[in-house]
């Protein structure tokens, strides 16, 4: 078993890339990606980590990129380091993310709400890893929402009052600096992108076309038939059918390293897959 998707301090997690390997050690997992948004900075704890506990760490993060003019979603690269084309690239992007977090905090306050910028910051420990989880959970702490769920609904979700947009990479310029930087990428959460399964099957083939490796099939939420269909459209397209737990420690209640909500399994083979066609690229 393995989890190729997790998330630690370093961007939108509660807990230390140390951690985050204690507890895929715990659940049994012979592999981890600590993949946290846009920054490689939990890779070196966590390789020193995972290396003592006997766990392969693969090094990776999470990108978001423009799926149309009006739509985003996000793609985990994986075998990433932070030399790399698309680490200097994301480094930029994060400086355009202090900027959004800023106005978005500007735009809260315009709705009546006593949030500061140093409260989001203190929250998520310094300026550059923090992001909307932060910004939901000073929410929740003053009582603006009731739980996490609930700040993204209401307030911070894509199209709420409070969302505010940011740079992004485009498809095929992220495939570009994915190739370029010796890392493979594949769709992250797929069936959070809302689109019907005809649409979502039509957005898996161009992202096919455009150099995408994979597709997250096995995820946390999915249902064993969501899971299944998931997988026969990466393979209908040759894609790896890649998966992980997506957890985030307390900002995401219920997920565990490995187990997911409890019946997540990721096979071992999926990473010898996506090493195969990250092979197959420096052939």
């Known amino acids: 078993m393995i989890d190729l998707h997790t998330h630690s301090v370093c961007s939108?997690?509660?807990?230390s890339p140390e951690q985050v390997c204690e507890l895929a050690a715990r659940a049994g997992c012979s592999a981890l990606s600590l993949t946290d948004h846009d920054t490689l900075e939990g890779i070196p704890a966590a390789t020193a980590a995972a290396a003592r506990l006997g766990i392969t760490l693969v090094p990776g993060c999470e990108v978001s990129f423009r799926m149309s003019p009006v739509q985003s979603a996000h793609a985990l690269a994986y075998f990433l380091s932070s030399d790399a084309p698309l680490a200097?690239?994301?480094?930029?992007?994060r400086k355009s993310r202090v900027a959004r977090n800023v106005e978005m905090v500007a735009v809260l306050q315009g709705l009546g709400m006593d949030i500061s910028y140093d409260e989001l910051i203190d929250e998520a420990g310094n300026e550059e890893?923090?992001?909307r989880p932060h910004v939901a959970s000073v929410m929740v702490r003053k009582g603006y929402a009731g739980n996490i769920e609930e700040a993204f609904g209401v307030w911070l979700g894509a199209g709420r009052p409070a969302y505010v947009p940011r740079e992004l990479l485009g498809a095929g310029r992220l495939v570009e600096l994915s190739r370029l930087s010796g890392s493979t990428i594949v769709l992250a959460h797929p069936l959070?992108?809302?689109l019907p399964?005809?649409?979502l099957g039509s957005l898996v083939e161009q992202l096919a076309v455009e150099g995408f490796d994979g597709i997250e099939a096995y995820y946390s939420t999915y249902s064993p038939e969501e899971r299944a269909?998931?997988?026969?459209?990466?393979?209908?397209?040759?894609?790896?059918?890649?998966?992980?737990?997506?957890?985030?420690?307390?900002?995401?209640?219920?997920i565990m390293v490995g187990t997911g909500t409890g019946d997540l399994h990721v096979p071992d083979l999926v990473l010898e897959q996506l090493v195969k066609r990250r092979r197959a690229y420096a052939g």
């Open 129 to 131: 890893s923090a992001g």
């Open 88 to 93: 200097m690239e994301l480094a930029r992007l």
């Open 12 to 15: 939108d997690g509660s807990s």
């Open 229 to 254: 269909w998931l997988v026969d459209l990466a393979d209908a397209h040759s894609m790896v059918a890649t998966g992980g737990s997506d957890f985030h420690g307390t900002y995401k209640p219920g």
């Open 192 to 194: 959070r992108t809302g």
């Open 197 to 199: 399964d005809r649409e």
